[in-house]
């Protein structure tokens, strides 16, 4: 059974907040993504991760960092939000780089 | 609680071969159910469905959603290798109070094609 987990579901905060999303997944796995989709379009990867220690930049550039201190925990964090940033985020992990990803629940965020 | 279960979670075939994945769910307030093909680290989108009986196409991939029966069928006709992907089906569900429309996912059917 696939374990991921993304905190919170759903958040509404104003401009120029400070966000930080969660994630978490008990499998061990060493890959983990993070997302950005808006629904009907594709997602598109903003950061991943191959291991402790180890991050890179997607896809599609973002405003958002990320860190990877443990294998278990891979939190996304905006330095100001801004409307712009209103989206859905997914984090997901795999044990393999083409593997199969598991997803979290995903976060809706939304900057007014 | 909201899920969606896909099936079967894994298939191998053999070129040429035509290939039925299914999707099946139980949310609260269905809003729309999208496809994704994953290859590498980010999936692709196939279709989104939001009308039930009506079929939507893309070449040798086609889609049809039953919100009577709550699933939706995604058919691949003379599979080829490069067909072999994980594919994702995903629930936009629509919670009314709050105008949040958050995806669930399902675990995907991995496709192996093998010439």
């Known amino acids: ?112 | 609680e909201d899920k969606v279960v896909q099936s079967p979670l894994s298939l191998v075939v053999h070129e040429g071969d035509t290939v039925t994945l299914n999707c099946s769910y139980e949310v609260t307030n269905f809003r729309s159910l999208l496809w994704y093909k994953q290859e590498k680290k980010a999936p692709t989108f196939l279709f989104m469905l939001t009308s039930s009986g009506i079929e939507k196409k893309s070449g040798r991939l086609s889609s049809i959603l039953d919100k009577k029966e709550l699933f939706s069928i995604l058919n691949i006709t003379a599979t080829q290798t490069g067909d072999s992907a994980v594919y994702l089906c995903a629930v936009e569900v629509s919670y009314f109070d709050s105008g949040n429309t958050p995806l669930v996912f399902g675990k995907g059917t991995r496709l192996s094609v093998i010439a």
């Not at chain 1, 059974?1 to 966000?19: H, M, S």
């Not at chain 1, 801004?82 to 593997?99: D, I, K, M």
């Open chain 1, 1 to 112: 059974e696939a374990d991921i987990y993304q905190t919170p579901r759903y958040l509404v905060i104003g401009t120029g907040k400070k966000i930080t999303l969660e994630c978490s997944q008990t499998m061990g796995h060493d890959k983990m993504y993070w997302y950005q989709q808006d629904p009907g379009m594709e997602l598109h990867l903003i950061h991943y991760s191959y291991g402790v220690n180890s991050t890179e930049k997607g896809d599609l550039s973002s405003e958002s960092t990320v860190s990877r201190i443990r294998t278990e925990h891979f939190p996304l964090t905006l330095e100001s939000a801004r409307p712009s940033h209103t989206s859905q985020y997914l984090c997901a992990s795999s044990e393999y780089e083409e593997g199969e990803a598991f997803f979290g629940q995903g976060t809706r965020l939304t900057v007014v």
